[in-house]
């Protein structure tokens, strides 16, 4: 296990800059919104400001506060986190993002989590944190295909083991949500509960099971309805052609930075600028991270693997039994929003289920707060009620 820090040399810095400047424009026809894609007036902006006003060494300097490490698991090199708590009696919990997010995501939830005495809240509630990049993000590496969900489930409870966590608590969104619930299949034995931030649910085919729904329900099929006819061309060409799509990706800042504003347009809160929803510099540090690997197409490459399970879930087939408690935090503004009656169906051991006004896909960084408060409101519900006198 090596410790780890970000340095990227100044002549990435350089390239990136110069790149953007000489960026080949396409041209728009008039009066189109979001509905074609990014508009160039704002991606324009946006670059421009990526190039001049945008501090990567400011970000760099952010993420290197926290102590950083590598371990090399199954033949691959993961990049984490590793945040310790001033609490002793600190629970361990595992973050894990998806795409097209990183470890930067959860900037904003490290303090709150790690040490709730500095921030106002009980200290009980601490945990210790590990976030770890998954294969092919950021500064982890993918040498081989066969990373799928189930793959990297048991490197994560590698990892866990090997930082001495006997017991600890799983929490994810988008990717990471899959990878979670998988790891409370893989180690039953040492996570405590599994929180998930996004969880997707699809009518098994039954008539029954849609039968009397709320409008609410109704709204959030037609939610489901509308990704699957307008949303989910990103999906469909990382699940066929990640290699493809990688060159562009790695050859143009301008069209990386396209390819992941768009997800923050339409998986948050934001109707017109997706900073209405996320930090612009937030979102630009989670950019450059992918353009600085040059991880666009090995980030992608998890949907290739994971391809023929997304379409058996729309398909119906239901998931592998999980013993562990799980708890499920809904934001109504996420690319798939719940139905609890399916979600019971496919996982009856949902103890904890909060439903929020606000927010969407990228819940650490668009509603921290809430979701801290969350995870701690779960994680006290895993504890043992102590014993009256």
Known sequence: ?????????????????????????????????????????????????????????????????????????????????????????????????????????????????????????????????????????????????????????????????????????????????????????????????????????????????????????????????????ELCGYMKLQQTRPQTLAYALTDSPAGQLAWITERFLDWTSARTRPEEAVDRDRLLTNVSLYWFTGTAGSSAQFYYEGAAAVRAAAAGALPPPLTVPVGVAVFPDDIFVPLRSLADRDLPTITHWSEFETGGHFAALEQPARLTADIRTFARSLKPVPATA
């Open 1 to 229: 296990m090596q410790p780890f820090r970000i340095d990227i040399p100044q002549a990435h810095l350089d390239d990136l800059h110069r790149r953007l400047e000489a960026t080949r424009w396409p041209g728009e026809l008039p009066g189109t919104g979001w509905e074609r894609g990014v508009p160039q007036d704002y991606l324009k902006e946006l670059a421009a400001y990526w190039r001049t006003g945008f501090d990567w060494r400011a970000a760099e300097a952010e993420l290197n506060a926290h102590p950083q490490f590598t371990e090399t698991i199954d033949g691959a090199r993961i990049h984490f986190l590793h945040i310790t708590s001033p609490e002793p009696d600190a629970t361990a919990l595992l973050l894990t993002h998806g795409w097209p997010g990183s470890v930067a995501e959860f900037l904003d939830v490290i303090g709150p989590l790690t040490d709730p005495r500095a921030h106002g809240a009980d200290p009980a509630d601490a945990f210790h944190l590990v976030i770890p990049s998954l294969p092919g993000y950021g500064f982890s590496t993918l040498t081989e295909p066969g990373w799928d969900t189930a793959r990297i489930a048991r490197a994560w409870a590698t990892l866990m083991d090997r930082l001495g966590y006997g017991r600890y608590i799983a929490q994810g969104g988008d990717a990471g949500s899959p990878i979670s619930l998988e790891l409370g299949r893989t180690d039953p034995g040492h996570v405590l509960g599994v929180h998930v931030n996004m969880l997707m649910t699809f009518p098994s085919g039954d008539p029954a099971e849609l039968a009397g729904l709320s409008a609410r329900d109704q709204q959030r099929l037609a939610k489901l309805a509308r990704f699957d006819a």
